[in-house]
């Protein structure tokens, strides 16, 4: 009995439910403008790779297209290189290397071996392989993670999110 003269939420019902990311970003991802994916995802990958970039390493995607298609967050990146740079079109790539948001951290992070990921097919090359195995290798051949500077804190933290999940 309660002797207050009103009702008193129980606190199991006024607090939040845990966050879900794949349902939060399934969620707001069709919501957020192309512009602002593109510039964010852009400014990101560019300052990450501003070395390989001007030495080069990335001609091989100069007019080709792959995607980085992320299935269990219903998310599609496709990129390209333009003038040294990379960019995220609208178009599906030639290449597409396919795998949950679980497999693409840990190839980032490099927290697993990028062989093992395929040979395990837990990230799949579809369409023009060659072009998917040259950017593998590619981003393989790196000496460190891609978990350096603000691409490296958004990994990390993911990271951590996924420990917990």
Request: net charge negative; hydrophobic share 45%; aromatic share 6%.
């Given at each position: 009995?309660?002797?207050?003269?009103?009702?008193?939420?129980?606190?199991?019902a006024?607090?939040?439910?845990?966050?879900?990311?794949?349902?939060?970003?399934?969620?707001?991802?069709?919501?957020?403008?192309?512009?602002i994916?593109?510039?964010?995802?852009?400014?990101?990958?560019?300052?990450?790779?501003?070395e390989?970039?001007?030495?080069g390493?990335?001609?091989?995607l100069?007019?080709?297209?792959?995607?980085?298609?992320?299935?269990?967050?219903?998310?599609?990146l496709?990129?390209?290189?333009?003038?040294?740079?990379?960019?995220?079109?609208?178009?599906?790539?030639?290449?597409?290397?396919?795998?949950?948001?679980?497999?693409?951290?840990?190839?980032?992070?490099?927290?697993?071996?990028?062989?093992?990921?395929?040979?395990?097919?837990?990230?799949?090359?579809?369409?023009?392989?060659?072009?998917?195995?040259?950017?593998?290798?590619?981003?393989?051949?790196?000496?460190?993670?891609?978990?350096?500077?603000?691409?490296?804190?958004?990994?990390?933290?993911?990271?951590?999110f996924?420990?917990?999940?």
């Amino acid at each position: 009995m309660s002797l207050l003269p009103f009702a008193v939420p129980r606190p199991s019902a006024v607090l939040p439910l845990p966050i879900n990311l794949e349902h939060l970003i399934r969620l707001l991802d069709p919501k957020v403008p192309f512009i602002i994916k593109q510039r964010v995802v852009e400014s990101l990958l560019n300052h990450t790779f501003a070395e390989p970039l001007q030495e080069g390493e990335f001609d091989v995607l100069e007019g080709r297209r792959i995607t980085l298609a992320i299935a269990d967050l219903g998310i599609a990146l496709s990129l390209t290189l333009e003038a040294q740079r990379l960019v995220v079109c609208r178009e599906l790539g030639e290449a597409i290397i396919r795998g949950g948001w679980r497999e693409f951290l840990c190839l980032a992070t490099r927290r697993e071996d990028p062989d093992s990921l395929f040979f395990q097919r837990r990230l799949v090359i579809e369409g023009d392989t060659e072009l998917g195995l040259t950017l593998k290798n590619l981003l393989d051949g790196r000496e460190e993670s891609f978990a350096q500077g603000r691409l490296g804190e958004v990994l990390i933290g993911l990271e951590r999110f996924a420990r917990r999940a």
